[in-house]
Each structure stands twice: as structure tokens, then as C-alpha cells.
């Protein structure tokens, strides 16, 4: 998207010039010759898609969550992590926003168009400011552009709530004043993406300041949580999108993921990729490259999270943890199979087993990538991502309502239901229950059974999309990020087995590689340190139990930049961080 974005800016701006050979030079160029018909605000605000994530954002979005295991833990949770080493405190995209509204309603064009315009300013700057909060916590409220010599370069940081309730007003313009007509290519901001961005924000607020009791902002939630189910609502009720349900039930899913033009039933807004183009994201070398990508899989006590498809929970079993792999994937939520190898999966029209070159648990991904080889080694995939889909949307919904102790049957019925429908899981209907593996493993705090199975519903239907570590964020669930690493169930060392049935031996688990190997079998050490079975010489597989990590509450906001601390004595650093 923003490589065609420059295309088309650029041949926009040629256009303009051969019309017209009585323009300024550019370096003469004033708001007011550059902010006279819509086309030139149109030109302009498309500059701001260019700070949207882009395709590799996505690919990585989930790199630090408690439910992958990769080469190593992120160093913000192992290791040394300090102000010194901390990014993020950048502003230029934020001016130019400010700029535009400060100079677009001077346009000589209608008011519903400058309005739109204007509308999109606001929700890139709300988007921009949200990321900001997510990230530091209190932060400066710029809503305007400054000059060199501005003072208010180097003042402190405003409180939370001032510069939330203005995302909030930002939003909520946006979202009165964007045009509604939707964009079928998935790239455009309409004020169905503004709704469903907004339901994103506001929920995320309203459960931080219910579940962060540090920010003494509890009794302001309800009024967030409240704002994100009318947003999402108001998209479930326009009727513009759906749940893809089309095509095969073992696909569809995965079919949102990995097709170059974004499926618009569903997907509201993406990063769009193009082949023809050259604009491409590097999801197969990132997820299947042993040596470039990061070696990131689910770990098992994610994966027993998946539901039967008769819709019983699958650690209700007797020995759930100790069944092999061929076996524990069978008759699964069909999302399973569309977010990891496993059965009859094939590339290039050949059967794949997880690979134990990548993989260490056994839980290989190929939710983000495409089956052909062909990009494993180069950063060329051109499968189109989603940023924003349909989803969410219900997902949104089905948690504020919940939180707020108003969700009912027929919530569940308009939200958790069909996804579970789509999912292949043939009884879905309303729980009584707590599920106590995902209390004792997730959500040790929760005993309301149906909002268990909405936080359940998120993680799996979400996977791999960035959502992660934000949701545990914001249910003050940072711990979980030091969760042990575990894997597939071994049933004896030195034993082939085949992951696939398909009649071919893929790995062995062995305390000493064999002089003769079986061809086509990867031989897995098992050295005691970092890989280990849970009973010794059988067990599940535990990985990396000898790196200590942690994830103390300072954590939940970044720390500011060691240098900015520097440049501006106004600035106060996130507790715990010291520089």
C-alpha cells in the first residue's frame, strides 16, 4: 500500500505540473497554493497511509506473546533492557498531520469535503497517538504543528486521560464525517474502519483502566467499555461485512491471509501487497527460514486450547498432554489446521510435516504464509495481510459487553457463535462453566465462563495478527510472557515417528545423534539444558527452561529513550526505569 501510495502521489503531482505551468516551484509552495481543491488534500492525506503498518509489521506483530517460542525470548523480557536501549519517541509523522488541519479547511471546495479530509486527518492522528499511549503511557498532546523555536519542543508529558479523551474526540469526528461508501479494495479509510478502530481503542482503554488499578482510573472503564460496543455495534448493524464463509470450511479461514487481493467480505482494511507492483511483505522467510526468520511455533499449552470440533475442550479429556502429535490434532477447530502443519498439508503439491529444521515445539505456523516455496528464501511474498476485519469486530463486541456484565444469549448467538460455526465446531452454544484449564493456565482471575471463552475465542481466532501482547497488556496479564516454553509430546526417545500419517518417519527425539540416520528424518537433540522431556526419557517436550525471564509490572510501559530523557529536562521517566 504505501509503495503504491508514493506511485500514485507521484504521478498525481506530475499531472498537476503539466497542467498548470504557472505554479510556484515547489520550494515556494504555500498552504495556500497547496490546499485549494480537493484533489490537493486528497494528495496529501494519502502521505498519512504511509505510517500505517505494512505487510512485515504484521509478519512480526506477535513476536513477543506467550504463546510462541522462538531462537530466543525478546530482550525486553531476558536479558538487559534499559532506557539506553529504547526507541520509539518519534514525532514527524504527527506534525504532518497537525499541518494538514491546521491548513485543509482554507480548501475553496465543499464543507462535506473538507470535513471527509479533515476526518481522515483526525483518525490518523488518533491512530498515531493511540500507538503512542499503548507504548509510553502519558505522552505530550501536540494538536498543532511546531516550529523550530516552539517552546512546547520541550515540554513534559500530558496525563493519560487528557490525551485519550482527545483520540477519543478524534474518533469520534472521524467517524461522523468520513465518507461511509465501502472501499471493496480494503485500503481505504472509510468510517466503517474509523467505527471499528474506534471499538479497538476503547475497549483496550476501558480494560486497562479496569485491570491496572496503579492508574487509579477504574471508575472512568465503564464509560470505555460502553464507547466500544456502540462502535462495534454500529459496524454490525451497517450490514457492509461478514464472516467469509464462502469455499471450502477447512479454508476460509486461511483464505483471508493469503490471497493477494484483500477478501472484502470480511477484511475492512489491509496492507495490501501487489505483485506486479514489487510491493511484498517477507511472511515465508520469516516463518520458515531456519536461519533469516526468528524459528518462532505455538507452544502446547497454547494449542490445547483449541476446542473439539463437537465443541468440548479438548484438556477435558483424561491425558491430554501426554497424546502424540498425529493424534491430539485430530477433530480440532478447524482453525487449527489453518494455523499450523498438520495432517494432509501439502507445498507445491507435496506433503509437508512440520519441520524440525524451523520448528522446535512441533507447532509450525503457516497462518501469515503461502504453501509454494518459492518465497522461502526471499523477502517476495505478495499475499495482502489484514489490519482491521470483521472478526475483531464481533470479538470487540462480544469482550466489552461481557465486562461491563451485560453480554447475553443473544450476544453470544450475533458473536462467538458463528465463528465457532465457521470453525467447523458443531455445538457452540452459550457456556455454564468455567473452564478451569484456561483459569489455571490464563485467566486465574476469571470466573465468569462466558468470559473465558470470549478471551479463549480472541487468542485463537487472532492469532499471529499483533493483537497478543497488547490484550495481555491491557488485562494486566504480563506474566504470562515467562509461561514455560513447551512442545509436542514425545512417547520415547530414540523412537521415529511420523507427525502426518502418511507413512514416512519425520523425527526422532535423541540424547546422542546417531551414527546412520534414516534418511528424511530430522534427529532432534535432547540435551538436558536447553531441550528436556517432561519424564526424562518420555514427555513433553520443554524448551529453554534455563533462560530466566521476567516481566516486572514497570514493564507494562516502555521507557522512554535514555537520549530524549536528555534533550528535554521536562520529560519524567516511566517508573522503574531508571536511566
Known amino acids: 500500500m504505501k509503495y503504491i501510495l508514493f506511485l500514485v502521489a507521484g504521478m498525481m503531482i506530475m499531472s498537476a505540473c503539466n497542467r498548470d505551468l504557472d505554479l510556484k516551484p515547489f520550494d515556494k509552495l504555500s498552504p495556500g497554493n497547496a490546499f485549494n481543491t480537493e484533489k ?15 505487510g512485515s509489521d504484521i509478519v512480526r506483530g506477535d513476536a513477543m506473546s506467550d504463546y ?8 525486553y523480557i ?16 504527527l506534525r504532518k498531520i497537525n499541518y494538514f488541519l491546521e491548513h485543509a479547511g482554507n480548501a475553496n471546495i465543499t464543507t462535506e469535503a473538507k470535513e ?47 490525551v485519550m479523551d482527545n483520540v477519543l474526540a478524534d474518533l469520534d469526528y472521524a467517524c461522523s464525517h468520513i465518507r461511509n461508501t465501502k472501499d471493496n479494495g480494503a485500503s481505504q479509510i472509510t468510517r466503517w474502519v474509523a467505527l471499528a478502530f474506534k471499538s479497538r481503542v476503547c475497549l483496550f482503554e476501558g480494560t486497562i483502566r479496569k485491570y491496572h488499578p496503579a492508574l487509579n482510573l477504574a471508575g472512568t472503564s465503564n464509560d470505555w467499555l460502553d464507547k466500544a460496543a456502540d462502535a462495534a455495534k454500529q459496524v454490525m448493524d451497517g450490514k457492509q461485512y461478514k464472516l467469509l464463509t464462502a469455499g471450502a470450511t477447512d479454508q476460509n479461514y486461511r483464505n483471508l491471509f493469503i490471497n493477494e487481493t484483500p477478501n472484502s467480505t470480511e477484511v475492512l482494511l489491509a496492507a495490501v501487497n501487489n505483485k506486479s507492483l514489487r510491493v511484498f511483505n517477507d511472511a515465508n522467510w520469516y516463518w520458515t527460514s531456519a536461519t533469516y526468520g526468528g524459528r ?15 465443541g468440548t475442550p479438548f484438556t477435558a479429556q483424561a491425558g491430554f498432554d501426554n497424546i502424540p502429535f498425529a493424534q491430539e490434532v485430530k477433530d480440532r477447530d478447524l482453525r487449527l489446521k489453518q494455523s499450523i502443519r498438520m495432517g494432509n498439508y501439502t507445498r507445491d503439491g ?30 517476495e511474498n505478495f499475499n495482502s495481510l489484514p489490519l482491521i476485519r470483521y472478526a475483531e469486530v464481533l470479538l470487540n463486541y462480544a469482550e466489552a459487553k461481557a465486562e461491563r456484565g451485560n453480554f447475553t444469549p443473544e450476544d453470544w448467538d450475533l458473536t462467538i457463535a458463528p465463528l465457532r460455526q465457521r470453525a467447523g465446531i458443531t455445538t457452540a452454544s452459550l457456556p455454564v462453566t468455567a473452564d478451569s484449564y484456561l483459569q489455571q493456565h490464563y485467566f486465574p482471575g476469571i470466573n465468569d465462563p462466558v468470559l473465558l471463552e470470549i478471551r479463549r475465542e480472541r487468542g485463537i481466532e487472532l492469532a499471529l495478527e499483533g493483537f497478543r501482547y497488547d490484550d495481555l497488556k491491557r488485562w494486566h496479564l504480563g506474566n504470562l510472557l515467562t509461561m514455560p516454553y513447551d512442545g509436542m509430546y514425545v512417547p520415547a526417545l530414540n523412537t521415529l515417528m511420523d507427525l502426518n500419517e502418511d507413512g514416512k518417519m519425520d523425527v526422532c527425539f535423541v540424547e546422542k545423534i546417531p551414527a546412520t540416520k534414516v534418511p528424511g528424518v530430522y534427529y532432534f537433540l535432547v540435551d538436558n539444558v536447553q531441550f528436556k ?15 530466566p525471564r521476567k516481566y516486572e509490572d514497570r514493564k507494562y510501559f516502555y521507557p522512554i529513550p535514555y537520549n530524549e530523557i536528555i534533550l528535554n529536562g521536562n520529560l519524567v521517566q516511566n517508573p522503574g526505569w531508571a536511566n
Request: avoid cysteine.
Open 40 to 54: 490537493d488534500l486528497q494528495l496529501y492525506a494519502n502521505s498519512f497511509y504511509l505510517d500505517l503498518p505494512d
Open 68 to 75: 510462541l517460542v522462538g531462537r530466543t525470548p525478546s530482550n
Open 78 to 93: 531476558y536479558g538487559a533492557f534499559g532506557p539506553t536501549e529504547a526507541t520509539g519517541w518519534t514525532w514527524s509523522a
Open 116 to 162: 471527509h479530509y479533515m476526518g481522515l486527518a483526525r483518525f490518523f492522528r488518533a491512530w498515531f497517538y493511540f500507538d503512542k499511549v499503548k507504548q509510553f503511557g502519558d505522552v505530550p498532546w501536540y494538536d498543532k504543528s511546531l516550529a523550530a523555536d516552539d517552546p512546547d519542543l520541550y515540554k513534559g508529558r500530558n496525563p493519560r486521560t487528557l
Open 296 to 310: 518462532y511455533s505455538f507452544i502446547k499449552t497454547f494449542i490445547n486450547t483449541y476446542l473439539n470440533t463437537d
Open 350 to 379: 507435496a506433503i509437508a510435516p512440520p519441520d524440525f529444521t524451523y520448528t522446535y515445539t512441533g507447532y509450525m505456523p503457516i497462518k501469515l504464509t503461502v504453501d509454494a516455496k518459492a518465497t522461502d528464501g526471499v523477502a
Open 533 to 547: 522431556l517432561s519424564n526424562g526419557a518420555s514427555g513433553k517436550l520443554q524448551l529453554f527452561d534455563n533462560l
